[in-house]
């Protein structure tokens, strides 16, 4: 069975300075993996995937399957950064397996 | 474009009580549904999901149960609420690829 793995319950990081969201997995095949983000008031949405290599709002996260790690960072943090992030995986079914979540705050 | 829809977005029933959430799509065919629970320091939990009419399943055991009557509709019910069954309920739709989309949820408070 997979799992998802976010030690981090909050991170709190001061304005400008670069945050990393730790997420880890267990699965023994090749996963799909996600990062979901909603901030206040909103709706839950997806953020990036591995497969498709993108920056989205200056955050990176590259798939280390040595490690089993696919964190999340960016160099420099924005107020409007603050919110829940949740790492998520799929093994190749309908089904997606999500993290407990890390609250980010970024403080001005 | 594709929109999902939940109702009501707030409910307090009595344990005992019986429940229905109701959630559409729109702008989409034969869409993967999907019915989660969101609770604080515990992530997300998947309770059901579904890829055709009255194709259910379950992922954990439960107090709950799940209909699709409809393509595009999704029905999370229970006959007896209990107090354990408080929190928020969030609908999500994929098609094809592994993106979901998720609703604007329900908070349900069991008193």
């Known amino acids: 069975a997979q799992r998802v793995t976010q030690p981090e319950k909050l991170l709190s990081v001061f304005k400008g300075a670069p945050v990393e969201l730790k997420c880890n997995y267990s699965y023994s095949g090749s996963p799909e993996l996600f990062w979901y983000v909603q901030y206040s008031r909103q709706r839950l949405q997806l953020l990036l995937r591995h497969i498709s290599r993108e920056s989205i709002k200056g955050f990176t996260a590259d798939l280390n399957k040595g490690e089993t790690s696919f964190h999340l960072k960016k160099p420099f943090a924005q107020e409007e950064d603050s919110a829940m992030y949740y790492c998520a995986l799929t093994a190749g079914s309908y089904q997606l397996t999500f993290g407990k979540g890390t609250k980010l705050s970024v403080i001005p | 474009s594709q929109t999902i829809h939940q109702w009501p977005a707030t409910l307090v029933q009595p344990v005992g009580s019986p429940l229905s959430l109701e959630c559409t799509v729109e702008g989409t065919s034969n869409p993967n549904l999907y019915w989660y629970r969101q609770a604080a320091g515990r992530g997300l939990q998947l309770l059901f999901y579904?890829?055709?009419?009255?194709?259910i399943s379950s992922e954990v055991p439960q107090n709950l149960s799940a209909s699709r009557p409809q393509d595009r509709q999704f029905i999370l019910s229970s006959k007896k609420l209990l107090l354990s069954d408080s929190g928020f309920y969030l609908c999500?739709?994929?098609?094809?690829?592994?993106?979901?989309?998720f609703g604007p949820g329900t908070r349900l408070t069991v008193t």
């Open positions: 579904s890829v055709g009419i009255g194709q």
């Open positions: 999500a739709w994929s098609v094809g690829g592994y993106e979901q989309y």
